[in-house]
């Protein structure tokens, strides 16, 4: 069928991924540093193209007959009546609209009328509260505002030159807090919400549409967020959950239909496919792991995976609650992490080690049983992240989770799943493929994880740990204690809070 790319730019990188369009055999790559801190919250969006420039280099697309575009969610590009930007992007580590988040919240009348509107719960990473926060922050900035889009809908645009048509996917609109997943609509009144004043949204393409067509010949894809961009890439589908570790963890799963949960636990994006991601997200994760292995005294995350595979499954009865910086999942935002189950013969530092392990994954198991819980099936975990190779968590996360585990080969997926959509997209504007299914490419190399005989340890230690779960925090799932990782009542806890 051809040769395609992919683009995957971060938050630190652009990185371009040159593939044969009918096996997504990766050709060759390109790849550059974006020329600013990633830890900035405001960015100028010709650094992006600027690294793309660089990362392209001299002839990586010689050949491409289309381009997928992926990036960072959660950013904003105000753009002004003549395209121009107001001021420098607002991108998704920016946390300046907690209380413009919060302020939406209530004046829409809470987080259950959120999750019904839209899917989500403003946050103050999402658009909708960038755009509150610019409306009370920086007002004659505001005023300017004529057009908003994302990182990869404004990389799209210029890529095709600056059209008067602006589009994005569905799977950028479903992370703007104004778009709703099970709609398929926008709701331009939580702009004006959020603005003071309606603002012009981007046409939202289907996912097998093209952008558009550059002068040279290329041919854009739709594009989409980071998120849809890596679960294209590594080609889950019906029954398969992918669990992120990085500082805080994310669940993700495919599922029919958009979910609307009144908790606000279960964010409901679109994915990148017409299929719909659910996702639950934990604020705790290998933080976690960072502060044992520093209250330990060890030198880093290898060492305190060889001191907790010292310990046995359960770690002697202790019971490390995860809750370091609050939490999101379940909804405990003011709490502390607490440890449990403290005796004299459990007080061993390869003890610690473990439950500091097997809480992080209990933790993102009771996110896994959210979705559960809902109807989502989950027969597979793909788990991701440079703390899935550690032994303490391969070993004991297949048990804990309860599904087999597919740990697979690392890649860039964002960039992998741009591409794949680029094919997508030229086989349907050659008419040899379907708008309704993506070209079958090769699945990722993975290393599979069974829980095997250990499952029953594992589904004890979830118990334990539910109950101790619920016994602090009775209700914290609703109004069903126990409903999550099968807690169980009673108990001896031997508390011992930790401080964030």
């Given at each position: ?72 969610q959660h950013g904003l590009v105000p753009l002004d009546e003549h395209g121009a930007p107001v001021r420098a992007a607002l991108v998704g580590n920016d946390r300046r ?106 046409d939202v393409l289907g996912p097998a549409e093209s952008a558009g067509t550059t002068p040279e010949g290329l041919l854009i894809s739709a594009g989409t967020g980071e ?247 009775p209700g914290a799932f609703g109004p069903v204690p126990g409903s999550y990782g099968h807690g169980l009542p009673g108990g001896d806890p031997g508390l011992v809070g930790?401080?964030?």
């Open positions: 069928m051809g040769i395609v790319a992919g683009l995957d730019s971060s938050s630190a990188f652009t990185r371009i991924i040159v593939c044969d369009a009918d096996t997504g055999a990766v050709l060759r790559q390109g790849y550059a540093q974006h020329p600013v801190d990633p830890k900035s919250t405001e960015v100028d969006p010709q650094s992006w193209l600027l690294s793309l420039g660089e990362a392209a280099g001299s002839g990586l697309l010689d050949g491409v007959q289309a381009i997928g575009v992926s990036a960072q609209a907690q209380v413009a988040a919060a302020d939406l919240v209530d004046a829409l009348g809470g987080r259950h009328a959120w999750a019904e509107a839209v899917g989500s719960v403003p946050q103050s990473s999402l658009p909708v509260a960038k755009l509150r926060w610019l409306a009370r922050s920086e007002p004659e900035a505001a005023q300017q505002v004529a057009a908003v889009l994302q990182p990869h809908d404004w990389l799209v645009w210029q890529l095709l030159g600056r059209p008067a048509r602006r589009t994005t996917d569905r799977g950028g609109a479903s992370s703007t807090g104004y778009w709703s997943a099970a709609s398929g609509a926008y709701r331009p009144d939580l702009v004006e919400l959020a603005l003071g004043r309606p603002c012009a949204l981007p998120t849809m961009a890596a679960a294209l890439g590594l080609g889950v589908g019906p029954g398969d959950a992918v669990v992120s570790l990085g500082a805080s963890g994310s669940v993700m799963a495919v599922h029919h239909e958009a979910l609307t949960d009144p908790s606000g636990m279960i964010t409901s994006y679109a994915d990148a496919t017409g299929m719909h991601l659910p996702v639950v997200h934990t604020l705790n994760a290998v933080r976690v792991l960072r502060g044992a292995a520093e209250m330990l005294g060890v030198a880093d995350l290898e060492a305190l995976s060889e001191l907790a595979m010292t310990s046995t499954p359960g770690a002697s009865g202790l019971v490390f609650l995860p809750y370091l910086e609050g939490e999101r999942t379940p909804h405990l935002p003011h709490t502390a992490g607490t440890l449990s189950g403290l005796r004299r013969e459990s007080m061993r530092p390869e003890h610690l080690a473990r439950a500091a392990f097997e809480g992080m994954l209990c933790s993102l198991a009771d996110a896994l049983d959210v979705l559960r819980g809902r109807g989502v099936a989950v027969r597979r975990v793909f788990l991701l992240g440079a703390s899935a190779d550690l032994p303490a968590v391969r070993s004991a996360a297949p048990a804990i989770f309860g599904a087999q585990v597919v740990v697979p080969q690392p890649a860039d997926y964002t960039a992998i799943g741009a591409a794949r959509q680029a094919a997508w997209a030229l086989g349907v504007s050659q008419g040899s493929l379907s708008p309704t299914a993506p070209p079958l490419w090769h699945p990722p190399v993975m290393e599979v994880l069974e829980p095997g005989e250990d499952g029953p340890v594992g589904h004890a230690v979830r118990q334990q740990y539910g109950a101790t779960r619920d016994q602090l925090h930790l401080v964030p």
